[in-house]
């Protein structure tokens, strides 16, 4: 990988972090996270007025943590990236230590396996290897 393409991907990597941290901060600002339910639900007595609400209000909840827990790993496999990258060490399979392709960098810049290692990660996944 030439210093071209190291430098765009450090752009890529720098964009979707910023993307990403906007997001998280937008749900805090408008979702329930980090409100108590009283305040999330709007009610004044601290309860909703249906049980069918207080599930839908829950729900919603747990929805969001899991979306904003999902985005935080992204931000850690971003931040592991941009070290790499610092180190030398980026571009290379942490599975069969062959090179990632460009092509698939430039897709997900912070992939840690080559396309074969992942698909391998995502059969096991599935429960589709033996």
Do not use: W
Request: proline residues 1%.
């Amino acid at each position: 990988m030439n210093r071209l393409q190291k430098a765009k991907i450090k752009k890529l990597l720098h964009k979707k972090r910023e993307e990403i941290t906007e997001k998280i901060k937008q749900m805090r600002k408008d979702g329930s996270l980090g409100k108590s339910q009283k305040d999330a639900s709007g009610d004044l007595s601290g309860y909703s007025l249906h049980m069918a609400d207080m599930a839908t209000d829950n729900f919603d909840r747990e929805m969001q943590y899991g979306y904003v827990t999902a985005e935080h790993r992204v931000l850690y496999e971003i931040d592991a990236a941009l070290a790499k990258l610092k180190e030398k060490s980026f571009g290379k399979c942490q599975s069969c230590k062959g090179n990632i392709k460009i092509n698939r960098l430039l897709a997900v810049p912070y992939a840690k396996l080559c396309i074969k290692c992942q698909e391998k990660e995502d059969k096991k996944g599935a429960g589709m290897v033996k």
